[in-house]
């Protein structure tokens, strides 16, 4: 369901006039143009939808995981069969491609499909005699009401990462997405209310001040991804309340001397998808080369690569002005001394596909998640010193190994600190398969089964055999 009022300016008098928000106007990232307004929940808001998810959550928890599995699916169903108005909501708030959303929105639909089935497969308790004359069992329970944050880089995806194991462990979820793309988490939220009942599922769109107040609103939990400011700042707020925290990353790629011949265009595919606005993107090439020779090879075939992607032919706009003021300043106080910059469009929030070589390990482009199409390179003489390289930001999220020696690879990704490494491919991802952060990139667990213990805690229930 939808925060009430969530859309709508509240009804108040002089006395608390200054508790409401002014509209947040929406615009359209492939314009910059204004595609409409929409007022940011405040505190009668944010009270309403935590009070509305807490009635509903009893009895959401107390049905069957078969129920439950049944009801996400019916909700999987609708998301389908709405593809069209998912697509338009997605495209107008974030400029993606259709082809990029489309994609999108069949993978929320298969979260739900396949959550509902993990929760079932999932309720076997553990028991055992473990104290003489005592039998004792393990109940996993949900934690109750859950405060999921997203981000505007993928609001429907994030939206079904956070959600779809929440919901499938018995919670309700009151879902607060970014200022800039409250559409798809509306829409989602007025499916679930038909597929899974009233409360279960409420959007509360709003500002980071909405964010704020339901940090604070008693949840029994808060699932944010974010930035690491953002992050620390929930935190910090949440006090003793469990935080689940995906903090964006700053990914290394380490491409060894006998890589497949496809890596440049494999990373250039990967970087500029979604405009490279993906906390996993690739980011920090590593090039291991003894020679200067090699390492400018390296740096001519990415360019190459990479020129075959253009902005506004091959990949979306930045989604928001600060965002693109962010990548401006960041590329702006580089220190590479050499650029490559792709055809496509520069104007309003398109950023051309780049590359930035022969910069200082301390550059800004390779300290900061830059969140954009960009790629920078760094040379490293052998793989103790691309792993060094690799491991001197403070994220940690995900890496790539590029190179035909499935040892040496497999190798290198045991030494790599992240949550998902992946060796010859970048963005390959599965329900099945965790994905996690370590570091400055956050704690708690997105996608597979192992989600799941993040929306649950453990009852045990000891009980004396009386004779």
């Known amino acids: 369901m939808t925060a009430p009022n969530a859309g709508t300016a509240p009804q108040a008098d002089e006395a608390d006039r200054d508790t409401v928000a002014a509209p947040t106007v929406l615009l359209d990232p492939r314009t910059g143009e204004a595609r409409g307004a929409r007022r940011p929940g405040r505190a009668a808001e944010v009270a309403a939808a935590v009070a509305g998810a807490r009635a509903a959550q009893r009895s959401w928890a107390a049905l069957t995981p078969r129920e439950r599995h049944r009801r996400l699916a019916a909700l999987a169903d609708l998301v389908e069969r709405h593809a069209a108005e998912y697509l338009a909501a997605e495209c107008a708030g974030t400029g993606k491609p259709a082809a990029e959303a489309a994609g999108e929105i069949a993978e929320v639909a298969d979260l739900f499909r396949f959550y509902g089935g993990a929760v079932r497969a999932g309720t076997s308790p553990a028991a055992g005699d473990y104290l003489a004359g005592h039998q004792s069992w393990v109940r996993w329970e949900p934690v109750g009401t859950v405060a999921a944050v997203v981000p505007w880089n993928y609001p429907l995806l994030m939206a079904g990462w956070r959600c779809a194991p929440a919901l499938a462990a018995g919670n309700a979820v009151v879902l607060k997405p970014a200022e800039t793309t409250p559409d798809s988490a509306l829409l989602l939220a007025a499916h679930a209310e038909q597929a899974l009942g009233a409360g279960v599922l409420t959007a509360l769109p709003g500002d980071r001040e909405t964010g704020r107040l339901l940090v604070g609103a ?206 010859n491919c970048h963005l390959a991802q599965s329900a099945e398969l965790p994905h996690s952060g370590r570091r400055g990139s956050g704690a708690g667990t997105d996608l597979s089964a192992l989600a799941l213990r993040d929306y649950q805690r453990p009852k045990t229930v000891t009980a004396r055999l009386v004779r």
Not at 302 to 321: E, I, K, T, V
Not at 337 to 351: I, Y
């Open 218 to 423: 008693g949840c029994d939990l808060v699932a944010f991804t974010g930035s690491p400011a953002g992050g620390a700042d929930v935190a910090a707020r949440a006090g003793l309340t469990p935080v689940s925290l995906e903090l964006g990353g700053n990914s290394p790629v380490l491409v060894l001397p006998d890589a497949p011949a496809d890596t440049w265009e494999q990373l250039a595919a990967a970087c500029t998808y979604n405009a490279g606005q993906s906390c996993a993107a690739p980011a920090r090439v590593i090039v291991v080369a003894d020679r200067e020779e090699a390492y400018r090879a390296a740096v001519a075939a990415l360019a190459a690569a990479m020129a075959l992607r253009w902005s506004g032919r091959d990949f979306g706009p930045l989604n928001n002005p600060d965002q693109a003021a962010r990548y401006d300043r960041i590329v702006a106080a580089s220190g590479a001394g050499s650029v490559h910059t792709a055809p496509g469009r520069g104007d309003g929030l398109w950023r051309p596909a780049t590359v930035l070589a022969d910069l200082p390990d301390d550059d800004p482009a390779v300290r900061e998640e830059v969140f954009g199409p960009l790629l920078t390179v760094q040379r490293a003489a052998d793989p103790d010193a691309a792993v060094a390289l690799a491991e001197s930001v403070p994220q940690a999220l995900a890496a790539s190994v590029w190179t035909t020696d499935l040892a040496t690879g497999l190798a290198l990704t045991d030494r790599i600190s992240a949550g998902e490494v992946w060796l």
